[in-house]
């Protein structure tokens, strides 16, 4: 399945973000009821502090979980140092049907390729910025607006405020990433808030494979409840 896919059904969708880029991870996102999964290169995780190997070492690992798994399967390509065109029109060939990148670190030849397009706004984003995301092709925000010091803190009401303020002003679906240890208790909330669906991390998964497994499979059975 692709991520066009899933945005044109009417389900909220769980994305996984791996801890690691392995099949192994894939599979544990994927059976325990993730609807995508997102790799990472060329970055070092704010959150685990792992970095993250080049396009051409994952390349082998994307083609397997395609094979294996034939999931919907998206990338960060980068941060500071970016995927170049060449390795995009790869990651698509390989099977990956969409990226997720920060604005301040996409280059515009990524606003060319046909995988889908989340674009996340940070933590220095400001409203003005909002709407122009449509006019850039994305088909996704990733509201990713946490400053890194907050990483880890409980979920505020001004949270809620500043991301219903980004929802209300776009029809573009919207993804929150969990830069905050959200609870499941506070899963109906933001879905109510009018977010499409979750990206789970580190913070909520931990990073080795029995809580990773653990907490993909409890925040799915409430976000499809």
Not at 140 to 156: C, F, H
């Amino acid at each position: 399945m692709k991520f066009s896919d899933l945005l044109n059904s009417k389900e909220s969708i769980l994305v996984a973000s791996l801890p690691e880029n392995s099949v192994e991870y894939a599979k544990a996102a994927i059976e325990n009821g993730a609807d995508a999964i997102k790799l990472h290169v060329n970055l070092k995780h704010r959150v685990t502090g792992k970095v993250h190997e080049t396009w051409t070492k994952v390349r082998e690992v994307a083609k397997a979980i395609k094979s294996e798994l034939d999931c919907c399967t998206g990338i960060v390509p980068g941060a500071e140092t970016m995927a170049g065109s060449d390795e995009i029109e790869d990651m698509e060939a390989c099977g990956l049907s969409f990226f997720d990148v920060y604005i301040d670190y996409c280059p515009v030849y990524l606003l060319k390729s046909s995988m889908s397009k989340m674009l996340a706004l940070n933590y220095t984003y400001t409203p003005s910025m909002v709407k122009g995301l449509a006019k850039l092709n994305a088909d996704a925000i990733e509201i990713s607006i946490i400053d890194p010091s907050d990483y880890g803190s409980s979920l505020s009401a001004m949270d809620l405020l500043r991301y219903s303020e980004i929802i209300e002003q776009t029809d573009l679906p919207c993804f929150l990433p969990t830069q905050k240890k959200i609870s499941n208790s506070e899963i109906k909330t933001l879905v109510d808030l009018g977010f499409r669906g979750l990206i789970i991390g580190p913070i909520v998964t931990g990073s080795d494979l029995i809580s990773f497994s653990k907490a993909v499979r409890s925040f799915s059975e409430v976000l499809k409840s």
